[in-house]
């Protein structure tokens, strides 16, 4: 069993989860994920390690249906039954020059632990972080601490610059030399995100996140096309380069068990 040492609220619906999984925790890096089942008759789901500390590792989720909702109830000293990774292969950290990483809505999870290893890798790192408005945003002061340049975006204007991360990416872009982009959001928000890098032939990378069940690539469920073949996001990915990324496909797949999804959710919330 995996404790949870610490649990916290961030934002309507998105809970900060700290779990005691030593093994997990001793050989995370930046980019990989884990997948928890709650108990024997549990769901798998993924979710990408967002930091680590001592013998513990973080998640952060947003309540999307049945078992985020389950998750929620629980709270510290409350354990979870499988915690597997870590999971995926890590973010291709080098020392680029200047890289740029972004984060959308709960997506922001994603970005701490790949600035902080680009940084200790000697580029310089500009972090943006995105959200609806500025109740949704999470991880601004870690990553405001992390970055060397930091630029938050709100849809509505109510925090940092009104408008979207690719405004502020493309602004960027016009006015200095990027040499590498990293973007983790939805899969709507990565696309668009990553068409601003194409003109400058910036290499970006998006953290995918398909539906997922065994994370080991056995089952094939979370296939997605990239360069015209077919991966599996939990060993092929989670990252792979945006430019080659068949979103249209990915977000069609996505929506599969949409109904199904709905109706688990509603018999748990009866
Ligand atoms: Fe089953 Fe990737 S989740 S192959």
């Not at 539906?211 to 296939?223: A, E, L, Y």
Request: net charge negative.
């Amino acid at each position: 069993m995996y404790t949870i040492e610490l649990a916290t609220k961030l934002a309507d619906r998105v809970y900060e989860y700290w779990i005691r999984a030593p093994q997990v925790a001793e050989h995370a890096r930046a980019g990989q994920f884990v997948i928890l089942r709650l108990h024997e008759k549990g769901e798998r789901i993924p979710l990408t390690i967002s930091a680590v500390r001592g013998d513990t590792v973080r998640v952060i989720f947003m309540t999307v249906g049945k078992t985020t909702e389950e998750l929620a109830t629980l709270g510290a000293g409350d354990s979870i039954s499988d915690v597997v990774g870590p999971l995926g292969k890590p973010s291709e950290i080098e020392n680029y020059g200047t890289c740029c990483v972004i984060g959308g809505g709960v997506g922001i999870a994603s970005t701490p632990l790949i600035a902080k290893e680009l940084k200790e890798a000697g580029n310089h790192v500009i972090g943006i972080i995105g959200a609806r408005n500025a109740d949704l945003l999470i991880l601004e002061d870690e990553m405001e601490e992390i970055c060397d340049e930091f630029y938050i975006t709100t849809d509505d204007g109510s925090k940092g610059v009104h408008g979207f991360a690719a405004d502020v990416l493309k602004k960027l872009l016009e006015e200095r030399k990027i040499d590498r982009v990293w973007i983790i959001g939805p899969a709507i928000m990565m696309k668009v995100t990553s068409g601003a890098t194409v003109p400058y032939g910036v290499k970006t990378y998006v953290s995918l996140n398909p539906i997922m069940v065994d994370g080991t690539g056995m089952c094939g469920s979370c296939r997605v096309t990239v360069a015209g073949e077919t991966k599996f996001a939990c060993v092929d990915g989670p990252e792979f380069d945006a430019h080659q990324v068949d979103f249209a496909e990915l977000m069609q797949r996505q929506r599969i068990y949409t109904t199904q999804e709905k109706e688990s959710l509603e018999r748990f919330a009866e």
